[in-house]
């Protein structure tokens, strides 16, 4: 019987040939009956994935090491005060980012320099590099734009110095246009900024008009432009690899599915929405769409919602608690569950989205902390999501 010859290839000498090389010899293998166990593509952007962004896949890995742990957390739960509070986290990855902070310190410092930590970090793996991670990181940012955008027409709207509602603007979603949105007087000047002067162009010009930054509720207009981004965003991610794609679109997925319940829920309250409005601020994405958004539309009281939730095995447990309070709580926790299964994979990008994910979730347990222990409230000083 004859047996045909096998040769191993060594990956260092595949990746001096050029992509139409490697596939010319796959399909020589194939017709000659070799048979891998695994598609010939996924190697493929395996071997070439490295080649722009293997060292920032490494470097945002290593940041990832560096998140507080179960020991940590003890270590800042027992302090007593925020100045033993700033020493345990000087022996963390945060180092000495307070050093030069005076006493007595408040919880807003440490939150805003905490958050630096995490632009800082942003911004280095931001500036090194190319596309098609620099898009990707660029769509990132798009969320905290749309807040701070937001922010700027509540200002406008309620005739406040747009130029000191800068200072509260997420540093994540600050761009270098933005101060032009602050010579805007009028809401009609502030939509036509926008849409000149911003990346967000798009998902206002095609939702919103500006007599509708008049009449609207401002949560309203927040969320018709980020159920255009989220479906935007998980467009985008369909054309960045397979492996790119099955993780992000578990986790933008799960996003679409976490607002479009917080927005039924939060519609029980402000009666002023109509179901046929709360309908159209459902992302048209996620495990729930499109019968779940259709039975949540018409939903009336938390037990619909739960009964809708239901049906998909991983949110059951999401009103097994019948608060809405405990319900967010445990959405949180699955979605700190779904960014830390973005680094068991390799060769793909969503690793760059789930650090940020976590970074913050981080940022708000170690807030949650500080606050408990200046306003010794220590009964409630453990009601944080742990990461690790």
């Not at 896949?57 to 925020?82: D, F, N, P, W």
């Not at 206002?204 to 008009?209: P, Q, Y």
């Not at 967010?328 to 700190?336: H, I, M, P």
Request: glycine share 6%; net charge negative.
């Amino acid at each position: 019987m004859h047996r045909p010859n096998i040769v191993i290839v060594e990956t260092t000498f595949l990746l001096c040939l050029k992509p139409s090389v490697i596939e010319h010899g796959a399909a020589k293998s194939r017709s000659h009956g070799i048979v891998t166990s695994r598609s010939f593509k996924p190697v493929m952007e395996g071997l070439f994935f490295n080649v722009n962004n293997g060292f920032l896949e490494g470097i945002v890995r290593g940041y990832k090491s560096g998140t507080l742990t179960q020991g940590h957390y003890a270590s800042l739960t027992q302090c007593e005060t925020l100045e033993d509070f700033k020493t345990q986290l000087s022996a963390t990855d945060y180092g000495n980012f307070l050093a030069n902070e005076p006493s007595p310190l408040s919880t807003a410092t440490i939150a805003d320099k905490a958050t630096q930590t995490l632009v800082d970090q942003f911004n280095f793996l931001r500036s090194n590099c190319v596309e098609p991670l620099s898009k990707f990181l660029d769509y990132i940012t798009y969320g905290y734009m749309i807040d701070n955008v937001v922010l700027l027409i509540t200002g406008t709207l309620h005739e406040r110095d747009t130029h000191e509602l800068l200072e509260r603007c997420h540093p994540l979603g600050i761009f270098d246009t933005m101060p032009a949105l602050c010579v805007a007087t009028n809401v009609e000047e502030l939509y036509q900024s926008v849409l000149v002067e911003t990346p967000l162009a798009p998902y206002f010009r095609d939702c919103l008009s500006a007599a509708d930054l008049d009449d609207m509720n401002i949560e309203i207009i927040r969320n018709t432009v980020y159920k255009a981004y989220l479906e935007d965003f998980y467009n985008y991610v369909s054309t960045l690899g397979s492996t790119t794609a099955e993780v992000m679109h578990s986790i933008l997925a799960f996003e679409a599915d976490r607002r479009t319940i917080n927005i039924t829920i939060n519609s029980f309250i402000a009666t002023e929405l109509s179901k046929e409005q709360r309908a159209k601020l459902f992302p048209a994405i996620g495990r729930l769409f499109p019968a779940g958004n259709n039975a949540l539309a018409k939903a009336d009281d938390i037990d619909q919602v739960r009964q809708v939730c239901e049906n998909v095995g991983e949110y059951r447990s999401f009103f097994d608690n019948s608060t809405s309070a405990q319900s967010n709580g445990d959405l949180g926790d699955f979605g700190v569950h779904l960014n830390k299964l973005a680094f068991l994979q390799q060769f793909q990008y969503g690793v760059f989205y789930s650090y940020v994910k976590l970074k913050e979730q981080e940022i708000r347990n170690i807030t949650w902390i500080a606050e408990c222990i200046a306003q010794d409230a220590r009964d409630r000083i453990h009601d944080f999501i742990p990461i690790f």
